[in-house]
């Protein structure tokens, strides 16, 4: 069975540009998760798909970030525009019955 | 949902040592799970503990779950340079959100 993917697995932009990270599940999986890392700090929780319907974005920091599921199958994960502080690294996760998650490797974003 | 802390923040060892790190959480858990994140790479889920098992091994991972303390232990038996990397738990209330702590940054050294 294949993993959870994500792409790109790293991206340079500058800060006020536009990024939108992509996540494919496990498929069949109906939940899907957002995390980010930033800069040796705890793994930060961002959002939660249940099939194409979120769930949790409690910890969406602002509305500069936007999630979306089409059809509930990928999920996509745009941040515009960003800023410096948005460098991490952005996991993404789905399961079937919440319990023991899939990680994918995770994208790897630096704003300069 | 709740957020594991785990102690202590960073650990040095020599390759072939054992490594102890440990967890404390603060309400009641259905289970515990233990992750690992190599330095810029993805988390992988390395053993899961329910709250009525007291002990569980996994190859050279023991975990151990003592839910009167509300606290768990991983141990890394016999460490290589390959085990380098930042360890989470992460505390299951049944719930769907997994919360993570800042994690113990486990260096092996060669």
């Known amino acids: 069975e294949a993993g959870v993917t994500q792409f790109p697995s790293h991206s340079v932009i500058e800060k006020g540009q536009t990024v939108t990270l992509r996540c494919d599940p496990i498929?069949?999986?109906?939940?899907l998760y957002w995390y980010r890392r930033v800069m040796g700090k705890e793994i930060k929780f961002l959002l939660h798909?249940?099939?194409?319907?979120?769930?949790?974005e409690s910890g969406m920091p602002n509305n500069r970030f936007l999630a979306e599921r089409t059809g509930g199958t990928y999920s996509t994960l745009k941040v515009q525009p960003a800023e410096l502080e948005d460098s991490g690294v952005y996991f993404c996760?789905?399961?079937?019955?919440?319990?023991?998650?899939?990680f994918g490797s995770g994208t790897r974003l630096t704003v300069v | 949902s709740q957020q594991g802390e785990e102690d202590p923040q960073a650990l040095s060892i020599q390759e072939g040592e054992n490594a102890t790190m440990n967890c404390s959480y603060k309400?009641?858990?259905?289970?515990l799970q233990w992750y690992r994140q190599n330095s810029g790479r993805g988390l992988v889920h390395l053993i899961l503990?329910?709250?009525?098992?007291r002990e569980k091994h996994s190859g050279r991972l023991r975990v151990t779950l003592d839910t009167s303390k509300k606290s768990s232990s991983l141990l890394i038996t016999a460490s290589r340079a390959a085990d380098t990397a930042s360890y989470f738990c992460?505390?299951?209330?049944?719930?769907?959100?997994?919360?993570f702590g800042a994690g113990t940054r486990l260096f092996v050294k060669a």
């Open positions: 996760a789905s399961s079937q019955q919440g319990l023991g998650y899939t």
């Open positions: 992460a505390p299951g209330t049944g719930g769907f959100k997994t919360i």
């Open positions: 498929s069949g999986h109906d939940n």
């Open positions: 798909f249940v099939k194409e319907s979120k769930q949790d």
């Open positions: 309400t009641s858990i259905n289970n």
């Open positions: 503990i329910r709250s009525n098992e």
